[in-house]
């Protein structure tokens, strides 16, 4: 009996061992981040003209002890119609301002016009796969996605874009998708996390 004692106090010994020397549980350090570990910005709001009106996205990885490898991100930016001045809008992603891999950089703005709030609807590219997505910056104002620019037919309205990120599904939402192991996690999207730093001038004043 007292040998059987002996055994069974080894094998508890042995599993706590074992249980200290093991590495920190996987799953752990692939949770999802929290909403305040990344940044999605409107900034850089520029009236190139009395007709084209420009701005910038960017995404800051804020929290720098945990790398974010980018998977797939997009945006849906609402704009005050009162600026369209009975003109006809177009939008476009400006090319050669991303800091995004070439196979990761959008390409794609539509615009939807509304009776009162427009949209730019910014699709996504597909997920280059885990380990070749952009590592988005932990400085700055982290690392741009891309510059878009919106064209009037007629000089803008003297009123103010009010750019702004929509989180609905309707009429687009902004997500963000990052690499947590192997797979694409959807990161939280909020205003929290997700607001303009751009200025918001009176156009044309």
Same mark, same amino acid.
């Given at each position: 009996?007292?040998?059987?004692?002996?055994?069974?106090?080894?094998?508890?010994?042995?599993?706590?061992?074992?249980?200290?020397?093991?590495?920190?549980?996987?799953?752990?350090?692939?949770?999802?981040?929290?909403?305040?570990?990344?940044?999605?910005?409107?900034?850089?709001?520029?009236?190139?003209?009395?007709?084209?009106?420009?701005?910038?996205?960017?995404?800051?990885?804020?929290?720098?002890?945990?790398?974010?490898?980018? *998977? &797939? /991100?997009?945006?849906?930016?609402?704009?005050?119609?009162?600026?369209? +001045? =009975?003109?006809? $809008?177009? %939008?476009?992603?400006?090319?050669?301002?991303?800091?995004?891999?070439?196979?990761?950089?959008?390409?794609?703005?539509?615009?939807?016009?509304?009776?009162?709030? *427009? &949209? /730019?609807?910014?699709?996504?590219?597909?997920?280059?796969?885990?380990? +070749? =997505?952009?590592? $988005?910056? %932990?400085?700055?104002?982290?690392?741009?996605?891309?510059?878009?620019?919106?064209?009037?037919?007629?000089?803008?309205?003297?009123?103010?874009?009010?750019?702004?990120?929509?989180?609905?599904?309707?009429?687009?939402?902004?997500?963000?998708?990052?690499?947590?192991?192997?797979?694409? %996690?959807?990161?939280?999207?909020?205003?929290?996390?997700?607001?303009?730093?751009?200025?918001?001038?009176?156009?044309?004043?």
């Amino acid at each position: 009996m007292k040998k059987r004692i002996i055994q069974i106090t080894n094998s508890i010994l042995l599993f706590f061992i074992i249980l200290t020397l093991s590495p920190v549980n996987a799953q752990a350090r692939i949770a999802p981040l929290d909403v305040s570990s990344v940044n999605y910005t409107i900034t850089n709001v520029v009236l190139v003209s009395d007709r084209i009106l420009e701005f910038d996205l960017y995404l800051k990885d804020t929290d720098a002890s945990q790398p974010f490898e980018l *998977s &797939i /991100i997009q945006a849906g930016v609402l704009v005050n119609s009162e600026i369209i +001045n =009975g003109g006809n $809008i177009t %939008t476009a992603v400006v090319p050669g301002f991303s800091d995004l891999i070439a196979a990761q950089q959008l390409t794609t703005a539509i615009w939807a016009k509304g009776p009162t709030t *427009s &949209i /730019i609807k910014i699709t996504p590219k597909i997920g280059p796969g885990p380990g +070749n =997505g952009t590592k $988005i910056k %932990t400085t700055g104002q982290g690392t741009r996605i891309c510059r878009v620019r919106i064209t009037n037919s007629v000089p803008f309205a003297k009123a103010r874009p009010n750019l702004a990120f929509c989180f609905a599904s309707v009429p687009y939402p902004t997500k963000v998708f990052q690499y947590i192991g192997r797979v694409g %996690t959807q990161v939280t999207t909020t205003s929290s996390n997700c607001f303009s730093e751009g200025a918001n001038p009176v156009l044309n004043e």
